[in-house]
């Protein structure tokens, strides 16, 4: 299976995952031009970026771009000036150098949106024309909600009440009360007398949408779609993966990330084991610990 394919099939899945694509290299290097890998959350690596200097370095800044969402562009081994690039100085024999572009991919949201009306069967359809993952549910239970699902309780009035408790009670990162702003204190004072706590409570956005001013029923839907946009983009609502770093090292010679699992060079010196990312780095230890200790 190619790495496009894999690629689509862990994203078919919902796994959040890093593509790590080499973008530019420059003189003798291990990678090529073109050349993806994919890293998952564990570090693991399947593909091929580079060679021993290179890998471990790009792992580390792949689970950093996994726990912060944002993607980067790394230049390994040559100096850049351009804003927003991170410069990873290569200090190994290699006279090489490569540009990778990091991009964490992460799993759409799942909107569970309950209540059954014109504004919800279209704020349903909005959701997956968006790219997004919708349920919709005519009952307050809600089962198997995650920290990356928003939960929009619509009912009209029917059973808003259950509905948000329940709602309340799962680890949704969004709930919203689709009502007026009179009909949302009622709501809120119901749950404070069933005994939520303020900390619950605080997590409710009631009314729920953006304020677009008069609308039609349909037309709320824009508004609360509008809302959970702005949500997800401000990094809310837990947007990042859970990372389960592999313990790295620092090659004590050239100061490159070097993963202890797979390392080829090492050597113990004063009860330490040190690891390093070449021969060469390794040899130079040898000769002179006390230099690099």
Not at 41 to 67: F, I, K, M, N, R
Not at 170 to 185: F, N, Q
Request: glycine share 8%; with cysteine.
């Amino acid at each position: 299976m190619s790495t496009v394919a894999r690629a689509s099939a862990l994203e078919a899945a919902g796994e959040a995952f890093v593509l790590a694509s080499v973008t530019w290299v420059h003189g003798p290097s291990s990678g090529k031009a073109g050349s993806k890998a994919i890293i998952r959350s564990d570090g693991s690596v399947e593909g091929w970026l580079g060679g021993a200097c290179a890998q471990p370095t790009v792992v580390a800044q792949a689970l950093e771009a996994l726990a912060d969402g944002h993607a980067r562009l790394l230049v390994l081994g040559a100096p850049d000036n351009r804003p927003g690039v991170t410069v990873v100085p290569m200090a190994c024999s290699s006279e090489g150098a490569m540009e990778v572009f990091v991009e964490p991919m992460l799993p759409v949201p799942t909107v569970h949106v309950v209540g059954s009306s014109p504004m919800t069967a279209t704020l349903i359809s909005l959701v997956e024309t968006l790219g997004w993952s919708a349920a919709g549910h005519e009952a307050p239970e809600l089962d198997d909600i995650g920290q990356r699902d928003f939960i929009v309780v619509a009912t009209q009035g029917h059973y808003d009440e259950p509905a948000l408790e329940a709602a309340l009670a799962t680890e949704a990162a969004y709930v919203g009360l689709v009502a007026s702003e009179k009909r949302a204190s009622s709501v809120k004072e119901w749950l404070r007398d069933r005994g939520l706590p303020d900390s619950a409570l605080a997590r409710l956005h009631a009314p729920a949408g953006v304020d677009l001013g008069h609308t039609e029923h349909r037309e709320i839907a824009v508004a609360v779609l509008a809302e959970l946009v702005a949500f997800r983009a401000s990094g809310a609502g837990a947007q990042v993966a859970t990372v389960t770093a592999p313990r790295t090292a620092t090659d004590p010679v050239c100061g490159m990330s070097v993963d202890p699992r797979t390392a080829s060079f090492v050597t113990e010196h004063g009860d330490v084991t040190y690891y390093f990312c070449a021969a060469g780095c390794q040899t130079a230890f040898e000769k002179d610990p006390h230099a690099f200790v």
